[in-house]
């Protein structure tokens, strides 16, 4: 620090003023200024003194630092090098396997390892196979398959071990002395339960088991493109439930029935849904089936009429090979864009009798719209010996004697190359209209009702088959009719279009208050066997093909005017 000199008064100033510094009672102004001089000065020589211990306590601070860190500097540099030194010479896998060993002894790792694999890890399996080899699953763990028999072949699935259980091999698979239950929710895959789909292996028990695990609003999901073997009835009696497979693959989804005399499914929950699905039965060209399709009927759980319910959706299936293909027990059931083929009844309708069978429930609400039945009975000896009114094929059957039947709609569907009775059933509340025929030996309607009463208890109830466009075709000397009903009142016969007929196309019996209007037919009928258009009550009403195309012609020409008078206004 540099010091500070205070010498403001030249010398000779300083000594002329002397003697004033030392006059203690002047008080001159200058003698005042010398002593305040004086004072100045003094004041100087002390702040030098002190910038001057100051600056040595500094430096004496500065060395004690410098010393210290250098301490520091030291011992830390000591410090490394031990740590290097020590993790150079250490033996880790020997320390590793030495804690684990305490670990074993004390039992905590096995609580560690249990304890991660309940909750983070999980073994994979390529098949089922190979995980009832493993031995390294524990109770509480999770384990995965790629595949139920191979790896990939849709029934991968995710298992929980249990030491307690009964193994199945299906949902609960023996490993060991644990077991592997299979984990689902809702919505199941049939082939997680071991179902092979390849035709050859009996998949029976596996669709059980899983029928058995559906629950209320699930589903039951068969990968596309298999064909399950049954060798005997399955049952589902879950309610509100959908069996499927995927859309369009009606014909290579199949559930396939092989022991005769026997139903591929009793169905006894409501408010079931089948989509997508075919179903095969034994029949073919030479052979009439004998294995039944789907079966809905409730009555096993009791006989009042909460169980005649049936509330079922059956939609894009195909049924084939089948004697009958559906049979509903009860009301309510919407039969829609299905294909039966090759079968010798399509739909069968029956009433829920009540325990005194002599009550039954209302069989109502049956929606049966835009179907295909193509071929059925077609096997080359199945009219042999028969009449219309000992056939025994139909593409869709209802009761026939009983008044509770009705609201029965059968619309848009289209027969081909069938031999059998397209509708056989009571008419009032039923409305068939716009389904088409062609080329078939097949009645439309046949509902000949023996019990005069239900005519006139039916009198507030209507029928209506209009607008069908039905074109028969003749096969030996089976005469059929296109229309044929008794003791039915209040039916609408109107707007059909008929062609082919092999015997009278329109035949009403003790029928009132019978409308029949505005039908074309043609070709109907030989002369040999007096055939008539249509009969009413025995007294034959014909028109030949000349008269209709005159009328044709008629309308033609009045068609015609109207359109010039019009052009002319």
């Known amino acids: 620090m540099q010091n500070i000199f205070i010498d403001v008064l030249p010398p000779w100033v300083e000594t002329c003023l002397q003697p004033a510094f030392y006059d203690l009672e002047s008080g001159t102004v200058l003698q005042q200024t010398a002593r305040m001089w004086a004072k100045m000065r003094e004041l100087g020589v002390a702040f030098n003194t002190f910038t001057e211990n100051v600056t040595t306590e500094v430096n004496n601070f500065e060395a004690s630092v410098n010393e210290t860190v250098s301490e520091y500097i030291e011992k830390f540099t000591e410090l490394k090098n031990f740590v290097e030194d020590y993790f150079e010479n250490l033996d880790v896998q020997e320390e590793i396997d030495h804690k684990l060993d305490e670990m074993v002894e004390d039992g905590t790792l096995q609580e560690i390892i249990i304890n ?62 644990l077991f592997a239950n ?64 995927e859309p369009k693959t009606e ?13 591929i499914m009793n169905i006894t929950g409501y408010g ?24 809905f009927d409730r009555s096993p759980l009791g006989d009042d009429d909460t169980y005649s319910n049936i509330d079922c959706v059956v939609e894009d299936c195909l049924f084939m090979h089948l004697d009958s293909c559906i049979t509903v027990k009860g009301k309510n059931a919407r039969i829609k864009n299905n294909t039966f083929t090759e079968s010798k009844k399509g739909f069968v309708g029956l009433l829920h009798k009540y325990s005194s069978e002599t009550e039954t429930s209302d069989f109502r609400g049956i ?17 042999a010996g028969k009449t219309l009114a000992t056939m025994d094929s139909f593409c869709i059957e209802t009761p026939l004697e009983s008044n509770k039947v009705g609201n029965i709609q059968i619309m848009n569907n289209k027969a081909e190359l069938c031999r059998s009775v397209f509708y056989k059933g009571y008419l009032p509340d039923a409305k068939i209209s716009g389904n088409q025929s062609y080329d078939s030996f097949s009645t439309l309607v046949y509902s000949p009702v023996e019990d005069a009463s239900l005519a006139s208890r039916a009198t507030e109830r209507i029928a209506q088959i209009t607008d069908n466009c039905w074109r028969g075709s003749y096969v030996g000397t089976f005469y059929n009719n296109f229309i044929v009903i008794k003791n039915c009142a209040n039916t609408m016969i109107n707007g059909n279009s008929f062609r082919n007929c092999s015997g009278d196309a329109i035949i009403t019996e003790k029928s009132p208050r019978t409308s029949i209007n505005n039908n074309y037919i043609l070709q109907y009928g030989t002369a040999s066997q007096n055939h008539s258009g249509i009969v009413v009550n025995g007294s034959r009403r014909k028109k030949n093909e000349k008269e209709i195309v005159y009328k044709c012609f008629k309308c033609f020409i009045t068609y015609c005017f109207i359109c010039i008078w019009i052009c002319r206004v």
């Open 367 to 383: 929606y049966i719209m835009e179907n295909i039945f193509h071929s059925m009975n077609y096997q080359t000896n199945s009219l």
């Open 272 to 295: 079931v849904t089948i989509k997508n699905l075919a179903f095969y039965g034994d029949g073919d060209q030479a052979n009439f089936a004998t294995i039944d399709g789907l079966n």
């Open 182 to 245: 299979l984990v689902y929710g809702k919505n199941l895959n049939v082939k997680q339960f071991g179902a092979k789909g390849d035709g050859v292996q009996d998949d029976t028990s596996y669709i059980q088991t899983a029928l058995d695990a559906l629950v209320t609003n699930g589903s039951l999901y068969f990968p596309k493109g298999y064909n399950y073997l049954t060798t005997n009835t399955l049952t589902l009696s879950a309610n509100d439930v959908c069996l499927y497979s």
């Open 251 to 263: 014909y290579s989804t199949r559930i396939t029935g092989s022991t005769a005399n026997t139903t």
């Open 116 to 177: 991660y694999l309940q909750t983070k890890a999980m073994l994979v399996f390529d098949t089922v196979a190979d995980m009832k080899l493993a031995t390294n699953l524990m109770a509480g763990s999770y384990t995965r398959t790629l595949g139920f028999y191979s790896a990939g072949d849709g029934g991968g699935a995710v298992y929980k071990i249990s030491d307690t259980g009964t193994a199945n091999e299906k949902d609960v698979i023996a490993v060991g002395d």
